[in-house]
């Protein structure tokens, strides 16, 4: 694998590394609304990436969806329920469970990571320039009209179990 | 850029992901770790849609719909969560033992 230094690589090598920084962050904070950032800077990292492989639309979703919604829905759910400072010491005490969680994980890690080398991918890059918007609300709102249709009733069950569950329930 | 590179970035995050997942104990964590284990697997579905014999669009598509049924997954998380710490005064997995046999 020959490494040329073009922008492409140099935008996705500074890109995955503020991915996998934040997830990293995320992972070893010990405070929680930290961890809310790191997250929401990985999450937007991501929206970097999708751009790089022509997906820009999705990259902008992924912006409103991920690093607006579901990040300010965690706050909420963070500030909703109490936390205590100390009880996310992580190594101290479940030194045991972590390392055979850290082993299980370095495993899986290694197996895939072997697959993805030694798998023959076809070289072939798909015509991007037919990538657009317009593309891409035909094929959904044609090709995969039903699905969609499907998602808005998820979507709507979704929301009406949230407000069931989350409501305080009448004193009986 | 090979694809490989950007699968070996979805095998790194979904691994953080899901060592968050078998390590945090706090329930809120645990989401926030589902939630960065489901964009890993849409780092793959999107280096597919550029990259492969038959490349095209639909990878894209399919990306909007698990990004669609992500949101639900979290609303509905964090409702449950919201009724178990009404319930039990607390969000920690561990304590979430009243189904044990």
């Known amino acids: 694998m020959a490494l040329s230094l073009s922008g492409e690589s140099i935008a996705f090598f500074v890109l995955s590394m503020m991915a996998i920084g934040g997830g990293i962050m995320m992972i070893n904070s010990t405070r929680v609304v930290h961890m809310v950032l790191a997250l929401a800077f990985s999450l937007l990292s991501i929206a970097g990436i999708y751009v790089l492989l022509h997906a820009e639309f999705l990259a902008v979703v992924q912006v409103l969806i991920y690093t607006g919604a579901i990040s300010i829905l965690m706050l909420f759910g963070i500030m909703l329920t109490k936390h205590k400072v100390d009880e996310e010491d992580g190594w101290s005490g479940r030194l045991g469970h972590s390392l055979l969680s850290f082993l299980g994980v370095g495993a899986l890690f290694a197996i895939v990571m072997g697959v993805i080398y030694r798998t023959p991918f076809a070289g072939k890059v798909a015509a991007t320039k037919s990538f657009t918007v317009e593309a891409l609300g035909k094929s959904v709102f044609k090709q995969y009209v039903i699905p969609f249709e499907l998602t808005s009733i998820l979507l709507l069950v979704a929301l009406v179990g949230a407000v069931i569950l989350a409501k305080k329930e009448a004193d009986s | ?101």
């Open chain 2, 1 to 101: 850029m090979p694809v490989t590179s950007y699968l070996a970035l979805g095998a790194v995050l979904f691994s953080i992901g899901l060592y968050g997942v078998l390590t945090k104990r706090n329930a809120v964590l645990v989401l926030f770790s589902i939630e960065l284990m489901l964009n890993a697997a849409n780092i793959n579905l999107v280096a597919f849609s550029k990259y492969g014999l038959y490349a095209n669009q639909t990878g894209q598509v399919f990306t909007l719909f698990t990004i669609t049924i992500a949101a639900a997954e979290a609303a509905v998380g964090i409702a449950i969560l919201f009724a178990l710490y009404r319930n039990r005064n607390t969000t920690n997995a561990d304590e979430f033992d009243s189904m044990k046999g």
